[in-house]
């Protein structure tokens, strides 16, 4: 059985989705600082699974053995944490709290309940801006801000932790730019206030809820000059979580792989394709550059094909679509 923590999340739900599917059973923890318990709603509804949830905070001990002591868990999954960049600059000690604590606590949990398996939600991010394209799993790492730092200590916590304890597997997943929604339109991408990313702020602008995109930058280097990345579905993503624990299952020690499609997409391409796949205009602006954005970052996922025997599957089209077919269901989220 698998405890998925922040399993209300986006990521979350959908691998939620891919897990029940797969005939595995779950129980998700989250304390819904991001999300709406709609959406473990909505996951049943999907699959015609049921399955516990448990509203509480993966920091809280109490709560961990709560849940621990409940359901014979032999894996974890850890998608728990708080992901704003610009908010991890501004409160860095709610980001190392939150992102750092919650591991640490989950990990002592593993170890009392004799739990072996444990599968990370890292980041791209991991990595420094002075690399070469595609990032391989062995590309020069370094942070830029306090959300990638927490990944990136978090990573070197759970390898720690798995070198020390025998029988320990690890998984360290390197997401590179998830989009996109489940192709029901049922969940999909929830962001409180103003998005962050470029998708959701393309469908919310597309909805009439802003006037226009900012473009952040058409100067650098590229073939438009706007910013180059590595777009991957969602729903691709929550697969890898899938084959992370058919590999955990008879690997031991700490392996990272990059979860991408390798292909690079710009963000003036990001913006005509949405147009172009669902009839509609998205009316930008090109604006000055995005303090902390690089100019390109794109993976070689070869890993994860040769090793997870997992790949991207779904187009750039397939992702917008979907994003477009959950905005429309769903204009203000799951509230
Ligand atoms: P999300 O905010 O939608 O989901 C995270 C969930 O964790 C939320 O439901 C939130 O309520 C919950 N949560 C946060 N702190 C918690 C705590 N202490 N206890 C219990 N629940 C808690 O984010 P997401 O996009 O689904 O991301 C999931 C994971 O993947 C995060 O760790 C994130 O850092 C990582 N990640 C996300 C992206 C991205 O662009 N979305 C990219 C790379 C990595
Ligand atoms: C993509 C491109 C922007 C918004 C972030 C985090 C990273 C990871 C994923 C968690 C960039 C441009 C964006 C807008 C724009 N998260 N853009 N107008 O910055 O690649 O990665 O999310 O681990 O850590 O940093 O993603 O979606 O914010 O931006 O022009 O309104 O879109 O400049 O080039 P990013 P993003």
Redesign the pocket.
């Known amino acids: 059985m698998v405890l998925v923590?922040?399993?209300?999340?986006?990521?979350?739900s959908h691998t939620c989705v891919e897990l029940l599917n797969n005939g595995y059973q779950i129980a998700v923890?989250?304390?819904?600082?991001?999300?709406h318990p709609q959406a473990i709603d909505r996951v049943k509804e999907i699959t015609g699974r049921d399955f516990p949830f448990h509203e509480?905070?993966?920091?809280d001990e109490a709560a961990l053995d709560e849940i621990c002591k409940a359901y014979p868990f032999d894996c974890v999954i850890?998608?728990?944490?708080?992901?704003a960049v610009g908010e991890s600059v501004d409160l860095p000690l709610a980001y190392y709290k939150?992102?750092i604590?919650?591991t640490v606590k989950l990990l002592e949990a593993m170890g009392k309940y004799k739990i072996n398996n444990f599968i990370f939600?890292?980041?791209?991010?991991v990595y420094s801006g002075e690399n070469t394209m595609p990032l391989t799993e062995s590309s020069v790492r370094g942070c830029i801000n306090p959300?990638g730092w927490t990944?990136f200590m978090n990573e070197q916590i759970i390898r720690d932790t798995a070198t020390a304890r025998a029988g320990m597997s690890a998984v360290l997943l390197r997401?590179?730019?998830?989009i996109g929604a489940h192709e029901s339109g049922q969940i999909g991408?929830?962001p409180s206030g103003v998005p962050n990313?470029l998708m959701p702020f393309i469908s919310q602008t597309v909805a009439g809820k802003y006037a226009e995109l900012s473009v952040y930058g058409n100067d650098y280097d590229t073939p438009d000059g706007t910013c180059i990345r590595d777009y991957i579905h969602v729903t691709d993503l929550a697969a890898g979580h899938v084959a992370a624990i058919r590999f955990c299952q008879s690997h031991k020690g700490t392996r990272a792989f990059n979860l991408g499609t390798g292909q690079g997409t710009s963000v003036l391409e990001m913006v005509h394709t949405f147009e172009r796949v669902n009839g509609v205009k998205v009316p930008y602006r090109i604006a000055p550059r995005r303090p902390g954005d690089f100019p390109v970052s794109y993976a070689d996922p070869s890993q994860a094909e040769e090793t997870l025997h997992w790949r991207a599957e779904k187009t750039l089209e397939q992702a917008c679509a979907d994003t477009w077919r959950w905005q429309k269901k769903n204009p203000n989220g799951y509230s």
């Open positions: 923590t922040g399993g209300a999340g986006y990521i979350g923890i989250d304390n819904l600082s991001n999300s509480g905070d993966v920091c850890h998608f728990a944490g708080l992901k939150n992102n604590g919650s939600s890292s980041s791209a991010t959300y990944k997401y590179f730019n998830p991408e929830n990313n």
